[in-house]
């Protein structure tokens, strides 16, 4: 069977029924294997106007089909009006057109021109940004003018395809890791790499690879190399079905005329083409099997003449598209929305087994009570704990200074503070004192520390949120805060704890012993959880002592290892902000915390036997 319109006699249109609108007629069109649904304006309607009378309707059609071209309706006008109906069909508004392609020219507010590739050539099938691991969820084609000859945007039906495909071509991808791909920017072929990378600032570029996981190489000022891995194959969530979803056939170089690679691997070397396509793995990709992935689309697609005014909304993942050669002028305009990337299609039996393992392991611990509660008594005794822990860790400097404060319970501007004069290590709940936003001793044989009651009374005052707080002049700490530039770097997991998530206090002029600088310390903290002050060392903050605690033993290991690392003369990698984001996410959570202070806990009760003596006989008061 031909795959175009022309073939349509033996395709019967879905028979309309009493819940479509009456002003339109909808059927459904296509081959065996990929089929549209067309709504056709029986009446002058305008698209804008119909759709937010009939929004159920459409949604209710694309749900089910995933594709939907809408045709003889009003033309629009403006591509204001085009970029208003895309914003009406999606989520959200347009995207921006990253990491082209091909070239195409912006018309208006992410509104481009669908390509300005040569029209003597078509266009291959593909899902749009199906090289990256990050791409629109919708796609949307205004045809402005129609060719003369030619130019349709066939379609395939991505599961269609992945199906056509022998099972030993997509395992061989899958078990290779994917698709490769390796693009060579230069001022003489394929798109300079400051159109690609939307910025001439090789820093800005070198941070984006750096965070979209690309290997990036600058041969010189005019040429760069980068080489990324994406996915070969996506499991669509909706309907459980395997997509075949990468362009390697695209980019591979027998997607040229045999005369045009051949002259381009002898002038530049294979390593040195514009582009080009691997397995996973890094190893060469069979022609055979590229020539068997190209005829698996030729023999799924459908094609469509364009009219005037047709717009076409189409699932990106589950379909497919191309441009055939054309004759005459053609004006087609395009727009993407709904970001999607690879880590919504992680196998979801994985995804699973990880969560049920969270969750069983959370459930221990909930199920398991902690010897540790939150009584009044046991909060004393942890924050006794917590000064020994900090001098069993070597997290202080082995003096009187530094100090750890909790707020009571239900009592207003009241809080606990290790005393002045006594060593971490000889702290008891018996010898914390209690103390008011005053400076006054209410409870405790022992004198404040006046740096210490200015600093914990502005910031108790200051954060809802900041019940416990802990400042010490640890070693790497203290060191890390006399650096010129004292930036916490992305190295590790500990480091990630912190990113986004913590203040530099650079007014250093002797201890905080007015409450007007620490107001100001206050006041710079806000809502983050760590500021490093400078010349001096840290503080800590969290709702309980296992937060806070949990947040400064991290920072002492991050800053440690940050000082580490500047030491050294190779240059270090670091860790993206997504996926910072992520680990911080991640890991820094109540329950987290609570599991690694008890254990640690644990080990300071055994090390300092004397302490248990002093441990609640009653969790309740």
Not at 41 to 57: G, I, M, P, R, Y
Not at 221 to 228: A, V, W
Not at 261 to 274: E, H, K, T, V
Request: aromatic share 10%; hydrophobic share 35%.
């Amino acid at each position: 069977m031909e795959n175009s319109f022309n073939s349509l006699i033996n395709i019967q249109p879905k028979e309309i029924s009493d819940k479509y609108p009456k002003n339109i007629k909808f059927e459904i069109v296509g081959n065996d294997y990929t089929k549209i649904a067309v709504i056709t304006s029986v009446e002058d309607n305008e698209l804008e106007s119909w759709l937010a009378k009939n929004n159920d309707f459409v949604n209710e059609i694309y749900e089910k089909n995933r594709i939907i071209l809408f045709r003889k309706f009003k033309s629009f006008t403006s591509k204001t009006e085009f970029s208003l109906v895309v914003d009406n069909l999606s989520s959200g508004g347009a995207l921006e057109y990253a990491e082209p392609s091909s070239p195409r020219t912006r018309l208006e507010d992410k509104i481009y021109t669908s390509t300005e590739y040569p029209k003597e050539q078509s266009i291959p099938q593909h899902n749009e940004h199906s090289y990256s691991k990050s791409w629109p969820k919708k796609l949307f084609f205004y045809c402005e003018r129609p060719s003369e000859i030619g130019g349709c945007t066939p379609i395939c039906n991505s599961s269609a395809v992945y199906n056509k495909i022998p099972a030993e071509i997509t395992k061989r991808f899958e078990d290779k890791g994917g698709v490769m791909y390796v693009r060579n920017f230069s001022q003489e072929m394929d798109i300079p790499w400051e159109t690609f990378f939307g910025t001439s600032d090789i820093k800005e570029v070198e941070k984006y690879c750096k965070e979209h996981h690309m290997n990036l190489t600058q041969i010189d000022q005019t040429r760069l190399r980068i080489d990324y891995v994406a996915q070969a194959t996506l499991l669509d969530k909706a309907t459980n079905k395997k997509i075949w979803f990468n362009q390697a056939h695209l980019f591979h170089y027998s997607n040229l005329d045999s005369d045009v690679y051949s002259y381009l691997i002898d002038a530049y070397g294979i390593d040195n083409l514009p582009r080009n396509s691997y397995y996973g793995d890094g190893t060469a990709i069979s022609i055979n099997d590229l020539e068997v992935i190209r005829q698996a689309y030729d023999d799924v697609a459908f094609r469509f003449d364009w009219d005037k005014g047709d717009l076409l909304m189409m699932d990106n993942i589950n379909f497919t598209h191309g441009r055939d050669s054309y004759d005459g002028a053609r004006q087609l305009f395009v727009s993407m929305s709904e970001e999607d990337n690879i880590s919504n299609y992680v196998k979801a039996s994985a995804t699973k087994k990880v969560t049920e393992a969270r969750k069983n392991t959370a459930s221990f611990f909930i199920t398991n009570e902690s010897k540790y509660g939150d009584s009044k008594a046991m909060l004393k005794y942890k924050l006794a704990l917590s000064c020994r822990m900090l001098r069993s860790l070597q997290l202080d400097e082995g003096s009187i200074s530094g100090h750890i404060s909790m707020k009571v319970p239900n009592e207003k501007n009241l809080f606990w503070v290790n005393p002045f004069g006594i060593l971490f290590d000889e702290i008891t709940p018996d010898n914390l004192i209690l103390v008011n936003n005053e400076g006054e001793v209410i409870e405790g044989e022992y004198p404040i520390n006046v740096a210490g009651f200015c600093i914990h009374s502005e910031i108790h005052n200051t954060s809802r949120e900041a019940n416990c707080i802990v400042h010490t002049h640890s070693p790497w700490g203290t060191l890390f805060s006399s650096l010129e530039k004292p930036e916490i770097l992305m190295l590790d997991q500990n480091s990630c704890m912190f990113y986004d998530n913590y203040v530099l206090y650079n007014e250093f002029d002797g201890p905080v012993n007015t409450t007007d600088r620490a107001i100001k310390l206050a006041q710079k903290l806000r809502d983050k959880n760590v500021a490093i002050l400078a010349n001096h060392g840290a503080i800590a903050c969290g709702e309980s002592i296992e937060t806070a605690m949990m947040y400064m033993i991290s920072l002492e290991r991050t800053l440690r290892l940050n000082v580490l690392a500047r030491q050294m003369n190779e240059k270090v990698n670091l860790i993206d902000s997504q996926t910072a984001q992520n680990s911080k996410e991640w890991i820094s959570n109540p329950m987290g915390f609570k599991i690694e202070f008890d254990a640690l806990a644990r080990r300071i009760e055994r090390e300092h036997a004397d302490i248990k003596n002093y441990y609640p006989i009653s969790l309740s008061i």
